[in-house]
């Protein structure tokens, strides 16, 4: 397929892009790994007049130790995510995510900020960085916003994203004392994208009660990435165990509102796969903590 003539651009910061938006406004589309756009553009899904690529622009490009917290800027590559040593040592969920994110080829080009952008349920990094409390940072003309990404997404494929914003990094809190985490991730092949996905984050306080948990369901069980707060709240401040993942796995499922429509897997099939692969990731994430983490 044949995409339509644009004009590519390549600004070298983060203001000459944000001007570049901002100058032809609908017309322009942002590029990083393009592994998503290029598909739509070849689909006829969008056809953008010019093209922002934002692969010049080193300030988007690290990964940092911030102390409690790790700084990824957004055109970092899921690879790059991968293979860091301070991710794997200090959020090994992101790392376990992004190691069963797509094919290695995707992984090489693919950019954690498009993952992010793209807005798409079946993402695999946005439930991981849910469950580490991420938040995500959005520059724009003479602005600069903080939200949780959480509070990012908008609906399929839909952000809070603004015409001219872009997405400069993502902060994580680095995983600390007796904490584990699980990823787990249901493909019709592993290099697919997810039936359903879902991260876990277990704090285990000296007594051996759940002190903190977290989890995140994504692979289009809803419109957007599910917390499932209420299971949360039934694992934290009590002695936990399988039959308690069971029933947390239970209740993060009424949240599910599937498409009827879906082709991966039927409604049915999703809520029933939600239920093992969030008791699993509870069960992993809790044993990891026993571990110490
Ligand atoms: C064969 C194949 C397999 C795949 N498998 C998986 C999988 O297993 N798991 C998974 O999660 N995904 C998968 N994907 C989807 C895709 O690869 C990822 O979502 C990828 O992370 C997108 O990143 P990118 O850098 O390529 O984004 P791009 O395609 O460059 O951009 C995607 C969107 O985000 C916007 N954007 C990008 N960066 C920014 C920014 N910094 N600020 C504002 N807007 C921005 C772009 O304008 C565009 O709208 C797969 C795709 C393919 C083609």
């Known amino acids: 397929m044949l995409v339509d003539e644009f004009e590519y651009l390549e600004p070298e910061t983060i203001s000459e892009a944000i001007d570049l938006l901002s100058k032809f406004g609908p017309d322009a589309k942002l590029i990083a790994g393009g592994t998503d756009l290029l598909l739509d553009m070849k689909m006829g899904k969008v056809k953008p007049k010019f093209l922002i690529s934002l692969d010049k622009i080193s300030d988007l490009r690290f990964i940092a130790d911030g102390g409690e917290t790790l700084r990824i800027g957004a055109m ?6 991968e293979k860091s040593k301070l991710i ?3 959020c090994p969920l992101l790392s376990e995510a ?14 954690i900020g498009g993952n992010i952008c793209n807005a798409l349920p079946s993402a695999d990094l946005p439930p991981a960085l849910v469950a580490l409390d991420a938040t995500v940072k959005v520059v724009g003309k003479n602005c600069e916003k903080t939200m949780p990404l959480e509070e990012f997404f908008a609906g399929v494929r839909k952000t809070k994203l603004e015409q001219s914003e872009i997405l400069k990094e993502v902060q994580v809190r680095a995983t600390q004392g007796r904490t584990g985490t699980s990823f787990l991730k249901l493909g019709k092949t592993h290099v697919d994208l997810a039936i359903v996905n879902a991260a876990a984050r277990i704090t285990l306080a000296k007594s051996g009660e759940c002190k903190e948990a977290r989890i995140a369901i994504g692979g289009g069980v809803a419109p957007t990435l599910i917390r499932a707060r209420e299971s949360e709240e039934m694992l934290e ?15 993060a499922c009424e949240k599910l509102s599937p498409r009827e429509t879906s082709f991966r897997a039927s409604p049915w099939y999703k809520a029933e796969a939600t239920k093992a692969i969030v008791k699993r990731a509870l069960a992993k994430a809790f044993e990891r903590a026993r571990a110490g983490g």
Do not use: H
């Not at 970092?76 to 995510?81: C, R």
């Not at 399988?242 to 947390?248: D, G, M």
């Open 76 to 81: 970092t590559t899921i690879a790059e995510i």
């Open 88 to 90: 794997k040592d200090r």
């Open 98 to 111: 992004a190691q069963v994110m797509g094919s290695v080829q995707i992984r090489n080009m693919a950019t």
């Open 237 to 251: 401040g009590r002695m936990i165990d399988e039959n308690l993942f069971a029933k947390a796995a239970e209740k």
